[in-house]
């Protein structure tokens, strides 16, 4: 299917985009979008649901320890899985986030 991007049929989609950074996804920090690894699209909800679950069982079975928000926002992080920030003058944890919503709710 061939949308615009100014097509209300938008609205009607539903996206799960997995993003890699030094914060949980929910922050969404100004230039968060930077950080988005993969951003998958769906014009079905049934469809949307099973990708959802399917990511969220791979991600769940790779990192130790999960946190979630809103029932739309997942990170998922090891504690062995840091790097040095210069900024900070300390290690920062690496997150990875779920984001799993309606296109029109980003």
């Not at 992080?77 to 944890?93: G, I, T």
């Amino acid at each position: 299917m061939k949308l615009s991007n100014d097509s209300k049929e938008w609205a009607n989609m539903y996206t799960i985009i997995y993003m890699k950074a030094d914060y949980e996804p929910w922050w969404k920090f100004e230039g968060w979008e930077a950080f988005i690894q993969t951003q998958d699209t769906f014009e079905t909800k049934e469809l949307f649901e099973s990708a959802l679950q399917q990511k969220l069982a791979h991600f769940r079975s790779s990192y130790d320890n999960e946190m979630t928000k809103e029932g739309q926002y997942w990170a998922f992080w090891s504690d062995d899985e840091s790097f040095y920030c210069e900024a900070c003058d300390d290690d920062a944890q690496v997150y990875h986030g779920i984001i799993a919503c309606k296109i029109g709710e980003l």
